[in-house]
């Protein structure tokens, strides 16, 4: 059975930074790429940034591209996401995603406030 479980978000001011964890389960972590997608209150879906499998290949959402980073750690499956200069626009529930059928977890609010 696969899971998907975000953790780490909270509120923080402008200007700050947060760490995101996402810890999976049920598939063959290495093999797949993760990614964060966000979603701010009466928006769409927004990817954030993806990693492929070994962790050599990153991608990200113009909106993030500099103050994010997105990194693995295979042997303990697990995906985090470094946020830094944290924007008010960046308030929005954060979810990862990944392994067969791009599963999702239940998210974590990040809220960006002073």
């Known amino acids: 059975q696969v899971q998907v479980v975000e953790s780490g978000g909270g509120l923080v001011p402008p200007g700050g930074s947060l760490r995101l964890s996402c810890v999976a389960s049920?598939?063959?972590?290495?093999?797949?790429?993760m990614r964060w997608y966000r979603r701010a209150p009466g928006k769409e879906v927004e990817f954030v940034a993806s990693?492929?499998?070994?962790?050599?290949?990153?991608t990200y959402a113009d909106s993030v591209k500099g103050r994010f980073t997105i990194s693995r750690d295979n042997a303990k499956n697990m995906v985090y996401l470094q946020m830094n200069s944290l924007k008010p626009e960046d308030t929005a529930m954060y979810y990862c995603?990944?392994?067969?059928?791009?599963?999702w977890g239940q998210g974590t609010q990040v809220t960006v406030s002073s």
């Open positions: 990693i492929s499998g070994p962790g050599i290949s990153t």
């Open positions: 049920g598939f063959t972590f290495s093999l797949y790429f």
């Open positions: 995603g990944g392994g067969p059928g791009d599963s």
